[in-house]
């Protein structure tokens, strides 16, 4: 008999129910997904059938509980009564997985009794990325199927696994050949079902596992707990480790009762919705306005223009994505330079574990160094990743445009030029556009993709698509100094300054920020980058463009004594040469005390508080000008930005749904406040705030 629902469809023949999953674009576990699986178990021992076999249609299984039911009223069938059905089955039930199958879909696999998949199929339990745990048996069913150290690697690092390991790990039974997009990748799947599942009397149910963690589990659960208690304000990881140890301490049934109580915990929690905003904002900052009117050419090779740090990280990224890369330097000495630090980049990878020796010889026979332009000719796409400095950019982009192919991208990895004018020089203004990584750029996942006055829809498409394929989180900007993430950070780092000035040390400002959640104090991230890298740009300055002498003159200062950040051993800190442990060093108490003095300031101490809202207040003073300048286009990617790129707590949902917490009427109230108690005319409240305060609006609708 055939059964239909909007997005279960259902088919017995020869004694094989069919089960198959229609709810694109992902199949997430909607309600009629839910309804739709129970009908089809009754259905099928209404019907006799001897397998129930489980897929779905599109590109991927099922790929979680849908995130726009989170937080929600909830709606019967919950997915615990599901898993539940599916195990208890008398009838041996087989999921048939392909694309990605993550969250409550891998569950559902895991309450089947057997699962099988095709090749390239990710399987993963990325919940935690989400701020709630796997809430459907996944920490019980997991760890009892794989082993607990392999099971909190999985869920802790939200990465999925692929089918090929998967199978190493006893996650699944089998892979099983065919393309899932075609009909006979099912069929292969109903030969599996017969040959396998048929044969046997008793059909394998996890929840029977009895688990017997080794002293490796135990260490790993151990380690596990002693992470998530160093940020004890963020739930998820510490009570993804409470219900992993009810896996092995409590019955089953227990365990999951407990799993659930905790989950439910961080569902409801506010941490959850701000993961759930980041998770929607990061879809929503990659989508241009309008999409172009045809399908955009794939981008399949890439050239590098400089083999600095930029570079290479940028070339490592495009290598490790599969393109064929070129990489230009200027002469022969700086070729090998590149080429010797991009292979010790590989050996390490080895010898790390992170790859095989295949996979660092295919990925480095891919890599071509060369000196001259004009072997840049075939490259659909070239980034330019040279000094920043507008003449040596230009001259670049010239070059590029007189070699590269008609139609080939030229972008530029600039931080702060004007992408409009590097655009001018070239006859092809269409096709530049900005692409500012951030360092080091094959590891940090922010990009923003900065277009130009004339960047054409089409180039913007393919440069979107070539950064997500690339696993970068790609953030559209529009052209002004510093773009998005530069621009709004300034204003923290100068009012990091402004609260040194007014009597706080640099470690109250650091300490501030940290216990807030950012990853690292503004100060100590000075003295990261190099204090003179700043102190340089700044000399290429006339003191109008370089602005308010309050917020450069103490690193100024800290400079011209030496102090260049931690490559000197000292900055706003002194360092430790073997762990790089900052103290406090009363030479920099003197240079802040002098600076004070200096421009007149009776020093005070600044509560924490204070320091936490003017610096992030500042933010989102400026975030909410450029959002009226149409820069970034919602608020939303003023967050990926400040999350991805600058260290803000992504718990907190980022800077401008933390101030919309607060309400614009806060926000205009404090940041007036700040500003008369400050003088900094940065903190004057944008007119976009002065109007949303006044019409009860809130900060959501700021953008254009
Ligand atoms: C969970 O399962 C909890 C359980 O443990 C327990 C419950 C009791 N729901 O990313 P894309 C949308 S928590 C709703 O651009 P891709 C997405 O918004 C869940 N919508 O495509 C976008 O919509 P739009 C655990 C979803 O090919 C469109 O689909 N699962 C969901 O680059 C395309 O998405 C996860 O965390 C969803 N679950 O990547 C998986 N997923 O076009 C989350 C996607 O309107 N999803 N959408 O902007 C992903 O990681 C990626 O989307 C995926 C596809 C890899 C699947």
Redesign the pocket.
Known sequence: MTKESPVVSYECSHGLAQLRIDNP??N??SQGVRQGILDALDQAAADGAAAIVISCVGR?FI??????E?GQPPREPQ?PEVMARLEASAIPVVAVLHG?A???GL?IALACHYRIAAAGTRLG???L??G?I???G?TQRLPRLIGLAPALDMITTSKPVTAEKALKLGLINAIIDGDPAKKDFVETAIHWTADHALSREQHPRISEIRMQPSDADLDALATARKRASRKPDVLAPRYLCDALEAAFTLPFADGLAREREL?VECRDSPQSAAFRHLF?AE?QAAKLPVKPANPVEKIASAAVIGGGTMGRGIAINLLDTGLPVTLLEVDEERVSMAQDALQKHYQASVSRGRMSDAQATERLARLSLVTDYEQLNTVDLAIEAVFEDMAVKSQVLKQLDAVCKPGAILASNTSYQDINQLAAVTKRPDAVVGMHYFSPANIMKLLEIVRGDATSPEVMQQVLDIG?ACGKIPVISGVCYGFIGNRINRRLQQQAQFCLLEGATPAEVDAAMEAFGMAMGPLAVGDLAGLDIGYMARQALSDEEKGDPRTYWIPDNLVESGRLGQKSGQGYYRYKEADRKRSEDPEVSAVVEAASKHFGYERASLAPEEIVERLLLAVVNEAARLLTEGIAARPGDVDIVYVNGYGFPAHKGGVMYWAEGLGSQTVHDKLQHYWQKSGDESLKPAQALVELAASGRGLSDLGV
């Open positions: 674009p992902v997430a576990l991927s790929s979680g509980a849908d995130i726009k989170i997915l990605h993550l969250g409550g569950e339990l990325p919940e990325k989400l709630i796997p809430g459907a996944g989950f929607f879809r997500k």
